[in-house]
């Protein structure tokens, strides 16, 4: 069984900074990627896209937090990180990672990400 962990959320001013951690636990063997996801406050609001990373390294990230947010790992801990910079009100949302690992996707629970004045 394998269980996401995720950390690092809370309140902070626009401009600010936050670093979000997500760690696996449980037998794990190849992670593939490892991916965040985020879902804003509102009904219909869907569940969006924001990095990933991937076996090798190689990363991406949607075009509303390119240059602002890095996403990095620690193969060693099993452990993706989402460093979050120059934080806006609209990155209020929800943030998700998930993991594929062997052939199987698993979600964390999920950590609250607040910007506001």
């Known amino acids: 069984q394998v269980q996401l962990v995720e950390s690092g959320g809370g309140l902070v001013q626009p401009g600010g900074s936050l670093r979000l951690s997500c760690a696996a636990s449980?037998?794990?063997?190849?992670?593939?990627?490892m991916t965040w996801y985020r879902q804003a406050p509102g009904p219909g609001k869907p569940r969006e896209w924001v990095?990933?990373?991937?076996?090798?390294?190689?990363?991406n990230y949607a075009d509303s937090v390119r240059g602002r947010f890095t996403i990095s790992k620690d193969n060693a801990k099993k452990t993706v990180y989402l460093q979050m910079n120059n934080l806006k009100p609209e990155d209020t949302a929800v943030y998700y990672c998930?993991?594929?690992?062997?052939?199987?996707?698993?979600w964390g629970q999920g950590t609250q990400v607040t910007v506001s004045s």
């Open positions: 998930k993991m594929r690992i062997a052939s199987s996707d698993y």
């Open positions: 449980g037998t794990v063997s190849t992670i593939w990627q």
């Open positions: 990095a990933i990373i991937s076996l090798s390294g190689t990363t």
